[in-house]
Nanobody
């Protein structure tokens, strides 16, 4: 069974912090590069951060220095620690697994979790 399930979203004031988690089925987690994306109302989906199977990370310029992505291999979970949040960080945040299956790469997505940054 394949699943990606995000949690941890909510309402936070500007300057605050939130921690998002994505629980992933074990097989998918073990072989996939994992990413967090976000989609603000009326806008396209954008890449926020990526962590490879080996633990290498990359961030969009808009979150660099404020967000941190990590993998918890014991829990099959990918986390996104978000600090110094700004109103423009308001969006639905999605977890994505980029999974090599034979000669192809398949994408798996979670359902998303809403993050609202507002006073």
């Amino acid at each position: 069974q394949v699943y990606l399930e995000e949690s941890g979203g909510g309402l936070v004031q500007p300057g605050g912090s939130l921690r998002l988690s994505c629980a992933v089925s074990r097989f998918i987690f073990s072989i996939s590069n994992m990413s967090w994306y976000r989609q603000a109302a009326g806008k396209g989906r954008e890449l926020v951060a990526t962590i490879t199977r080996g633990g290498s990370t990359d961030y969009s310029d808009s979150v660099k220095g404020r967000f941190s992505i990590s993998r918890d291999n014991a829990k099959n979970q990918v986390n996104l620690e978000m600090n110094a949040l700004k109103p423009e960080d308001t969006a639905v945040y999605y977890c994505r697994g980029e999974t090599p299956l034979g000669a192809t790469i398949r994408d798996y997505w979670g359902q998303g979790t809403q993050v609202t940054v507002s006073s």
